[in-house]
C-alpha cells in the first residue's frame, strides 16, 4: 500500500475514491521518562525516550489507518495529515492521530 502525504501520487491515476480513513493512538508517558526528559531539559540534549515513544505511537497510528484504508477495498492513501497532541491529567499521555483518503490507484 502506498501512504503518502501529497494529494496524488505521480505516475499513478486515481481510479476511485474511497472514502475518509483515520488512526488514533493514545500512549501515557511513565514517571521515570518524565524525570530523565526534564534532566535533560536542564542540561541539555535530545530525550531519546520520548522520541521512541512518539516513533511508536506515529507508527502504530498509522498501521491503523492502513487497516482500515485495506477493509474499505483502497490501495492507497493521499493526503495524509499528522497531528500530535498532549492530553489527559498534566498533559500525562500522547496522542498521535492520522488521517487521509484511501484510493485505488
Known amino acids: 500500500m502506498i501512504l ?10 486515481i481510479k ?8 488514533e493512538t493514545i500512549i501515557g508517558a511513565n514517571i521515570f521518562k518524565d ?3 526534564g534532566i535533560r531539559d536542564i542540561v541539555g540534549g535530545r530525550s531519546g525516550s520520548y522520541e521512541k515513544v512518539l516513533i511508536k505511537a506515529k507508527e502504530t497510528s498509522m ?3 492502513q487497516e ?3 477493509a474499505m477495498g483502497a490501495n492507497a492513501v493521499v493526503g495524509i495529515d499528522i497531528d500530535y497532541e498532549t492530553i ?6 500522547l496522542m498521535v492521530a492520522t488521517s487521509g ?5
Open 101 to 105: 483518503t484511501a484510493v485505488v490507484i
Open 68 to 70: 482500515r484504508a485495506e
Open 35 to 37: 524525570f530523565m526528559a
Open 4 to 13: 503518502t502525504t501529497t494529494p496524488q501520487i505521480e505516475g499513478h491515476e
Open 63 to 65: 498501521r491503523e489507518m
Open 16 to 23: 476511485e475514491y474511497k472514502g475518509i480513513v483515520t488512526g
Open 88 to 93: 489527559g491529567e498534566a498533559n500525562a499521555m
